[in-house]
């Protein structure tokens, strides 16, 4: 079956912009999380839902960074303001129900000017 | 909070050796830990996926131990293939309200032929 996906692969901004990464989780997953990563660095923690609600959001660095997923499926990470440092691969990852194997997408390369 | 190691950053080895990378986690209270593989520009490949109460999980040239009480895990390659040459990372879940996983920073790994 198909995993998780997400869109853009890459993302070019400019300081100050705002910007959207998606994520599509496997079908029947409830669980989805987001992580950042820089490079040369593990991923690190950003947000996990459970279903439709943020069960944890401890990881978002700031009021910048914000994230959805209104139907339980489909995700959005949402940054505002962009600054430089918030250049990095954002990866997702969902579970069937939270306690077992993470599977992660590609990522999404963005790049703030 | 939780922090995780690994030792070495970096190995390079011939091709056919066995080898050992090693993990190790601060705070032993967890409930699962998995190793995933990085290639470059990609995602996380989920690995091996070692519950609290066990002790170690094969797949093919790969094996996995944990030895929770002493916050240590190691993933051993038999056999190594030019193939195997990624980043290899090691993630502990705690569980219990804090629902990401923890990663440590890598081995990256160069399999020589």
């Known amino acids: 079956g198909a995993g998780v996906s997400q869109t853009p692969s890459n993302k070019v901004t400019e300081k100050g912009k705002y910007v959207e990464l998606r994520c599509d989780p496997i079908s029947g997953h409830t669980a989805l999380y987001w992580y950042r990563q820089s490079l040369g660095q593990g991923p690190e923690f950003l947000i996990y839902f459970q279903g439709t609600g943020a069960a944890d959001d401890s990881g978002l660095p700031n009021d910048r960074f914000f994230a959805v997923r209104p139907e339980g499926s489909v995700s959005t990470l949402k940054i505002q303001r962009t600054e430089r440092g918030d250049s990095a691969v954002y990866l997702c990852?969902?579970?069937?129900?939270?306690?077992?194997?993470?599977?992660f997408g590609p990522g999404t390369r963005l790049l703030v000017l | 909070k939780q922090e995780v190691t690994q030792i070495p950053a970096a190995l390079s080895v011939p091709e056919g050796e066995n080898l050992v990378l090693n993990c190790s986690f601060t705070?032993?209270?967890?409930?699962?830990l998995q190793w995933f593989r990085q290639d470059p520009g990609k995602g996380l490949t989920s690995l091996l996926l070692i519950q609290s109460s066990q002790r170690e999980q094969t797949s093919g040239r790969l094996n996995a131990s944990l030895d929770k009480s002493s916050g240590r895990s190691t993933l051993y390659i038999a056999a190594s293939q030019p193939g195997d040459s990624a980043t290899y990372l090691c993630?502990?879940?705690?569980?219990?309200?804090?629902?990401?996983?923890?990663f440590g920073k890598g081995t990256h790994l160069i399999i020589q032929p």
């Open positions: 705070d032993s209270a967890i409930y699962n």
């Open positions: 993630a502990v879940f705690s569980g219990g309200g804090a629902d990401g996983l923890t």
């Open positions: 990852a969902s579970s069937p129900t939270g306690w077992e194997t993470q599977y």
